[in-house]
């Protein structure tokens, strides 16, 4: 499960800085036009937000001009991204900016924005400095509940800023746990931290925090987790995929790979039991297709055309089937402007098709009356649409499935178009409501769903190649 | 980029000009056109008086030319905006009528093409019944030139300081719990501009016009949500120093963050007062200083201009109901006895300021109303002419105020507005003590002013409170008031003091063609007494 | 200017064009492309107007003037950004350096653009033809003018009355280009060459005393279209009529609204007539109920919100509706006979919504259907109301109601018994215009009304015509007196 929390003044800074690396030598024919020379004079910044705003601007300025050359965004993702340290341009704009600011003078009613900042300089010392007088000099009224926020906005902002403080963040957080403070709250953290390890490979860390998940969350009374706000953890998903997420953690992917190698039966009753562990359901209830017979694909249009007569997904196939659909995607304005948000994912399917060339991929889509800015094409047209777009992706031997999405209107003159479902919404919802209309199922050569998630890839290569492996050690037993 | 101390030294000296867009624009001086010379520059007065020449010889008695080089920036937090343009325009009066021709280019040609047109403009229609000018006499300004001084010049400073400087605040916003910014830019505009006249002036300036858009809101629940413009950035004659000084006097008291803070606060106690729905009457009624501003502008403000009161906008912004200028002078009850309003166009910071206008006359400070007694109108050389026996009865001597603006030389100087100051109670009095000395009564934040076409009776709609014993005790939903412009003045029952003053950049449009100026109005939070307060939704 | 910088034709004479042609336009937009460096899309805007204005006032003009002016707008594309500045001369040096300017502003902004590969090809746009241009506008001349003026005024001061207008007679051209298509066929947010002229002509004929005023005007393309001399001669009587007014009581009244004040009025309809946004779409007038279920906001298309014998339409080959053409643009009808049949939508909207092409511009230019009765006719048949010139100042107070208040200007009288019997003192209304046109009960024949285009630099709708009929309305909320005159 990938964190998504941003805090307000991380979050602009946050793609900025996902984006940025040292600029890389590129031929000269692709460099433009050179940077202005518009230089800033930091010694005149005077509040901690103009220093923030500076190194904001010099991260963006750092990824434009990369993007000129360097497509980010296609790239394999780097795990250790986020530990990584940043540009120079970047630190150095912080540290000159922040020099005014010294611990223990500086002011406290800043703290938020000013601990940020002595991070992006690289002042970690001060910067646990600041929050211990900051942790020290709450009102004595509320103190427990006061030190609670605090501390919870600290540990958001070492997760947040960059590189990530996961030590920094983890000290915090475990003395915070003495304060017993909101247990849900303190969930919320615990699980964020552990994302944050999980996403970087720091998976010792990732185990013992997701330790402390499962721990408190077994502690956790009825009505706290019948309570609103645990339905609204991990940002509407709620609690209890939260912890779940903190099981599959714990019982860490060797394990679950190990049952998926016996079975898929057998990770599917893995997981059924962990579900059970943490939510007290019972196994049945686990919202996961993981088990299911996979519905077959039906689809108006077929590309290549002889995909049609082969069944998807393919029997005795490793399977994936991506359910996708191009408005998400593509997107445009009345300027004439267009702009692809997918290309990480397309790209990541790219790699996994040519690391698995027995990997069935088919890309499951439906038609929406419109295409970017195209006249309104006939579902035909707009089919043959979303396959050149999908076919410059370069997947190896990917099948598209692209339904005529079924459809009425709002009567005259409003006219509105409302979509219905097409099969593979409605077959593929299984008994949640979600419609996956956007996922991806991966699925076994029995035709049984493994596992449904998003695209990326470390976890989902991991699977296939159990699955690649299973099928060959079957072969060669069967050989035998 | 490799920012060694090479690169950042050599970035220095050429921030200044890099940040800048680069010069584009050439006026041709001679045969062939050269880069845009500052507007000092000598050979500008020799373009300019080529305009005058042509005109002279084609007949005109007097001709005077503006010479216009403006430049625009808009500065968002993510991206600036470019905009640069030049313009002339001539001027001509032959035989009691006005012609104008203007036009985009700078070259000798033109000057000659915008001169003949310019007297071929006032010729065809002095084939018409006869009109008399007699423009007021204005001392020969040989060659003089003014900069506005501003502390921060905002077309020299790096776009990114400034982006910087908004972002900022963007992110302090975020800061404070349910609040954010729904509107944040900034606005600059530089204007050189040349003037000559056939009597022999020749003057070149520079303005400078500074304002911004910083709109807050809060938002405590679904219901209750608000927002607010924060003070002191409306259009100033100032530089960047009007985001970035830590206080201005007369705009406002703290840093922008401050200010900030403190409106969202005050807001936030506004939102939680207990709403109560509209009761119809007469109320004794506090008014803050914008509202103030605005009741000022639309009423004497607009009924004071000359050529507004004698009907010269009657086809487009309407008339003054000052309906007898001359009759009226010096003994129309115009407001209360404490109800003086003075004009000028010096003040450092405000928006009409100018070393000399559109017509080469170097503004003075004047008394609109005195104790209440209208005592004077906006002039120009044509308007203070008219004027000439009321001035010659009341001792003065006759000169134009120097309110001849446009907002570029293509198009003709009209008698716009210039800065105005309600004069400041004595004692120091504020808002809040205004209400604290009120026992029951509304006060009314913020309001927005409709006038009718004679500038004699309004509505406005702006935050309404209750006041019991000295405080705001409810927010009253709906409410709008009404007034006529004589009776409200003549109620002025208390005035703020001298350290409540605050000073507002106006925008107005005039004319036909319309054109759009600005001048700032400084006032301070006022009591007046019976304002009718109503529902303006309520039908009949 | 030295040869081969630009149009000399601009400058060089009196007669010379007063805006600039196709082939200008063309010629400044290859050589903006030209200058561009480091490849990339350029875009390029250029507007081009001219005005020939007379103002007059106390029965004499005030100013009579000749002016004109450029804009040119160049936007670069380039990696990943775009830059866009905006200046006004026509030169190599001032266009190069503008271009240089948005190539900085490019590499500044922050916008990634990155259009993907595989895309369809961006469709063309076909621009109907629409009637904007009239020779007869373009050829008044100064001289011209000046005799007009005269004319206008020698009824008025040969009656002591003192009378202030304006005449304005305006050219303008737009294009907007892009270096990947410079020619047709065009995309549809390309605008090709358009040239257009709009005249105007008003005046307010006041007596000395400031106890009367009248007023009439006419704008359109077309100066042959507009009976100058007719309108002086109505503002004259209404002017005399119109002396002395008499105070009284507010409240709600049968009302004669001329042409002009159907016009004032129906300007709060035109300016919401737009769909609301998918993610606002609660906003407007035309919101009627959230639909759970389906997760949207159901709209009164469909519904009949006005009178029946209202219809609120436009068709661009209408020579008396000319207004700037959209690509594949087509007759609409907004309300048909009292239904709501259109709302405003962009071009995002109607292919992912409706999936239809083109999008649908609000209410530029309009014609509203009418009766056959006329004023006399209506006045006769009034048992006691009031007849309205016009309004000024309408201010929007709410806007799921469209309720307004404003202010009648320039002629109110009342009405008993059949006859005109008083001039009135001006009132404030408080009235939406779907309430005014669901209590219709008689209807005139529809005329152009006064709604030119103020300024010169707004090309966005550069002409916006409007045809209304006079209507006698019931239960008009006027809710207070104003003095003004």
Redesign the interface.
């Known amino acids: 499960m990938r964190s998504n929390v941003r805090t307000h003044y991380g979050e602009s800074l946050l793609i900025a800085l996902l984006a940025s690396i040292v600029l890389t030598q590129s031929a000269a024919a692709q460099m433009r036009f050179t940077w202005p020379d518009t230089t800033v004079q930091l010694s005149k910044y005077s509040t901690v937000e103009q220093c923030l705003a500076a190194t904001s601007r010099v991260s963006k300025g750092l990824a434009r001009r990369e993007a000129l050359t360097l497509w980010r965004d296609t790239m394999p993702r780097n795990p250790r991204e986020a530990l990584e340290p940043l540009p120079a341009a970047v630190t150095e704009t912080a540290r000159r900016c922040a020099a005014p600011f010294t611990e223990p003078t500086a002011d406290l009613a800043d703290f938020a924005p000013l601990l940020a900042l002595y991070l992006y300089a690289g002042r970690d010392s001060d910067a646990a400095a600041l929050v211990t007088r900051r942790l020290a000099a709450v009102p004595a009224k509320d103190a427990r509940t006061a030190r609670a926020a605090v501390s919870d906005t600290a540990v958001d902002i070492y997760l947040t800023t960059r590189p990530t403080r996961l030590d920094a963040a983890e000290r915090i957080l475990l003395s915070r746990a003495r304060d017993g403070a909101d247990r849900i709250d303190r969930l919320d953290l615990y699980a964020r931290l552990m994302t944050a390890a999980n996403d970087v490979g720091d998976t010792v860390r990732a185990r013992r925090v997701a330790g402390w998940v499962v721990a408190l969350s077994d502690s956790l009374t009825k009505a706290e987790r019948e309570s609103e706000k645990f339905e609204k953890l991990g940002h509407g998903s709620g609690g209890k995929l939260l912890v779940f997420g903190a099981m599959n953690v714990l019982t860490g992917l060797p394990t679950m790979l190990d049952s998926l190698r016996h079975s898929t039966a057998s990770l599917e009753a893995l997981e059924r039991s962990m579900w059970a562990r943490v939510t007290g359901e019972r196994p049945e209830a686990l919202p996961s297709p993981v088990g299911e017979r996979a519905p077959a694909i039906t689809a108006d249009y077929w590309y290549p055309a002889e995909a049609a007569s082969t069944p998807r997904p393919r029997p005795g196939h490793v399977s994936l089937l991506i359910l996708f659909d191009h408005d998400a995607c593509l997107k445009w304005n009345s300027a004439g402007d267009t702009k692809d948000t997918c290309p990480m994912a397309l790209a990541s399917l790219r790699r996994l098709s040519e690391r698995f060339p027995t990997l069935d991929i088919t890309i499951v889509s439906g038609t929406h009356g419109s295409f970017l800015y195209a006249p309104p094409p006939t579902p035909t047209d707009e089919a043959d649409m979303i396959r050149k777009w999908l076919e410059t992706s370069r997947i190896r031997g990917a099948a598209i499935a692209v339904s005529s999405t079924p459809f009425w209107n709002l009567p005259r003159p409003d006219a509105r178009r409302i979509d219905r479902d097409t099969p593979n919404a409605t077959n593929y919802a299984f008994r949640t409501s979600t419609k996956w209309t956007y996922g991806s199922f991966l699925i076994d050569q029995d035709g049984i769903i493994v596992a449904a998630h998003g695209f990326f890839e470390p976890d989902v290569g991991k699977l296939i190649d159990v699955l690649m492996h299973r099928q060959q050690q079957k072969e060669a037993n069967e050989a035998k | 980029m490799n920012l060694t101390r090479r690169n950042l030294l050599k970035a220095g000296a050429l921030a200044a000009a890099a940040a800048a867009i680069p010069r584009p624009l050439l006026a041709q001086l001679g045969r062939t056109p050269e880069p845009l010379p500052p507007i000092d520059d000598p050979r500008l007065k020799a373009l300019a008086s080529s305009a005058l020449e042509t005109a002279r010889a084609a007949g005109a008695v007097y001709a005077d030319v503006r010479l216009t080089h403006s430049r625009l920036r808009t500065f968002w937090p993510v991206y600036t905006a470019d905009d640069e343009s030049m313009e002339v325009g001539v001027r001509a009066l032959m035989d009691g009528y006005w012609g104008f021709a203007s036009g985009p280019v700078w070259s000798p040609d033109e000057m000659a093409r915008l001169g003949r047109e310019a007297v071929h403009q006032a010729k065809v229609n002095a084939l018409g019944k006869r009109r008399v000018v007699e423009l007021a006499a204005v001392p020969v300004v040989a060659s003089g030139n003014w900069v506005m001084p501003v502390a921060i010049d905002p077309f020299e400073i790096s776009p990114f300081e400034v982006q910087d400087f908004l972002t900022s605040l963007d992110l302090y916003c975020g800061r404070i719990p349910d609040s954010g910014l729904q509107q944040n830019f900034a606005f600059a505009a530089v204007q050189e501009k040349a003037f000559a006249s056939t009597e022999g002036s020749y003057c070149t300036q520079r303005f400078y016009r500074t304002e911004g858009s910083l709109i807050v809101r809060l938002q405590l629940t679904k219901e209750r949500a608000g927002n607010f413009a924060v003070e002191g950035l409306s259009p100033a004659g100032m530089g960047w120093e009007l985001y970035t000084a830590e206080r201005i006097p007369r705009l406002r008291e703290h840093s922008l963050r401050e200010e900030i803070r403190r409106g969202i606060e005050e807001l936030r106690e506004e939102l939680l007062l207990p709403v109560k729905p509209v009761d119809v009457g007469r109320y004794d009624a506090v008014l803050d200083a914008p509202t103030v501003a605005s009741l000022v502008d639309k009423t004497l403000g607009r009924a004071t201009e000359l050529d507004r009161a004698l009907g010269f906008e009657a086809n487009a912004g309407g008339t003054s109901y000052l309906t007898d200028p001359f009759g009226m002078l010096g003994s129309y009850q115009a407001g209360a006895p404490a109800f003086t309003l003075t004009a000028e166009r010096s003040e450092p910071g405000a928006v009409a300021t100018v070393k000399w206008d559109d017509e080469g006359v170097a503004p003075d400070s004047f008394t609109l109303v005195k104790d209440g007694v209208l005592t004077d109108f906006q002039t120009t050389r044509e308007s203070a002419g008219w004027m000439k026996n009321s001035y010659a009865k009341a001792g003065r001597p006759v000169r134009s105020h120097g309110c001849a603006g446009a907002p570029s030389a293509v198009e003709a100087p009209l008698q716009q507005a210039p800065n105005l100051t309600l004069v400041p109670g004595r004692e120091a009095h504020d808002f809040d003590a205004l209400v604290s000395g009120t026992a029951r009564g509304i006060a009314i934040k913020g309001a927005g002013i409709d006038m009718d076409f004679q500038h004699s009776s309004g509505l406005g709609m702006g935050r309404v409170f209750e006041i019991k014993n000295g405080k705001r005790v409810a927010a009253i939903d709906s409410a709008g008031f009404l007034f006529r412009a004589t009776e409200l003045w003549k109620a002025l029952h208390a005035t703020g003091g001298e350290a409540s003053l605050r000073r507002y950049g106006m925008m107005t449009e005039k004319g036909e063609p319309a054109e759009r100026c600005y001048h700032s109005v400084t006032a301070a939070p006022v009591v007046v007494k019976d304002l009718t307060l109503i529902d303006p939704q309520r039908k009949a | 200017?030295?040869r081969g910088?630009g149009p000399a034709r601009?400058?060089?004479?009196?007669s010379s064009a007063r805006i600039l042609s196709k082939e200008e336009c063309d010629a400044i937009a290859r050589r903006v492309i030209g200058f561009a460096?480091?490849?990339g899309e350029t875009r390029v805007r250029i507007l081009s107007w001219w005005?020939g204005?007379?103002?007059w006032?106390?029965?004499?003009?005030?100013?009579?003037?000749?002016?004109?002016?450029?804009?040119v707008e160049i936007s670069r594309t380039?990696?990943?950004?775009r830059g866009?500045?905006?200046?006004?001369?026509l030169?190599d040096?001032?266009?190069?350096?503008?271009v240089?300017?948005a190539?900085?502003?490019a590499?500044?902004?922050?916008?990634?653009?990155?259009?993907?590969?595989?895309?369809?090809?961006?469709?063309h746009a076909t621009y109907p033809r629409t009637a904007l241009w009239s020779d007869a506008t373009y050829a008044v001349t100064?001289?011209t003018?000046?005799e007009v003026?005269?004319a206008l005024v020698a009824p008025a001061?040969a009656q002591g009355m003192?009378s202030?207008?304006?005449l304005?007679m305006r050219a303008g051209s737009l294009v907007s280009v892009s270096s990947e298509r410079l020619t047709d066929p065009y995309?549809?947010?390309d605008v090709p060459y358009a040239s257009w002229t709009q005249a105007q002509c008003?005046?307010?004929v006041?007596d000395a005393q400031?106890t009367g005023?009248g007023?009439a005007g006419l704008s359109g393309s077309d100066w042959g279209k507009i009976d100058g001399v007719a309108l002086a001669a109505r503002a004259l009587e209404k002017c005399k009529a119109s002396q002395h007014p008499v105070s009284l009581e507010?409240?709600?009244y049968t009302v004669i609204l001329e042409p002009q004040a159907v016009a004032d009025l129906m300007e709060l309809v035109a300016a919401s007539m737009s769909r609301p946004a998918p993610e606002n779409s609660g906003a407007g007038p035309w919101a009627l109920a959230p639909d759970e279920a389906?997760h949207?906001w159901?709209?009164k298309?469909?519904l009949k919100v006005l009178d029946e014998r209202i219809t609120i339409s436009h068709d661009p080959a209408d020579p008396a509706l000319g207004i700037l053409a959209e690509p594949w643009m087509q007759p609409v009808t907004w309300f048909d006979k009292g239904v709501?049949?259109?709302l405003a939508f962009?071009?995002?909207y109607a292919?992912?919504?409706?999936?239809?092409?083109p999008?649908l511009r609000g209410m530029v230019g309009y014609r509203m259907s009418g009766g056959d009765t006329s004023i006399d006719e209506m006045i006769a048949t009034t048992a006691r109301g009031l007849l309205v010139t016009r309004f000024?100042?309408i201010?929007r107070?709410?806007e799921k109601s469209l309720?307004g208040?404003g202010?009648t200007?320039d002629g109110l009288w009342l009405i008993e018994h059949g006859k005109i019997t008083k001039a009135v003192k001006?009132f404030?209304f408080?009235?939406s215009p779907l309430f005014a046109l669901n209590a219709i009960e008689q209807l005139g024949v529809p005329v152009p009304v006064f709604r030119p285009v103020?300024?010169?630099y707004d090309a966005q709708n550069p002409l916006t015509p409007a045809i209304v009929p006079p209507l006698k309305v019931r239960d008009f909320?006027?809710?207070?007196t104003?003095?003004?005159?």
């Open positions: 200017m030295r910088d601009l400058v060089e004479s009196a460096r480091g490849g005005n204005e007379l103002r006032a106390r029965n004499r003009v005030s100013l009579a003037s000749d002016r004109r002016d450029i804009r380039v990696g990943v950004g866009s500045v905006g200046e006004n001369q030169d040096a001032s266009l190069e350096a503008a240089r300017g190539e900085r502003g590499v500044l902004s922050p916008n990634i653009l990155r259009p993907p590969p595989g895309m369809p090809p961006l469709p100064p001289e003018r000046g003026a005269r001061e003192l202030a207008g304006y304005e995309a549809p947010w008003s005046m307010t006041r400031g005023s007023w507010p409240g709600r389906l949207l159901r709209t298309l469909g709501l049949t259109n962009d071009r995002e292919l992912d919504q409706l999936n239809v092409n999008g000024s100042d201010r107070l709410d309720l208040t202010l200007r001006n404030r408080t009235e103020k300024d010169p909320s006027f809710t207070s104003i003095d003004a005159i």
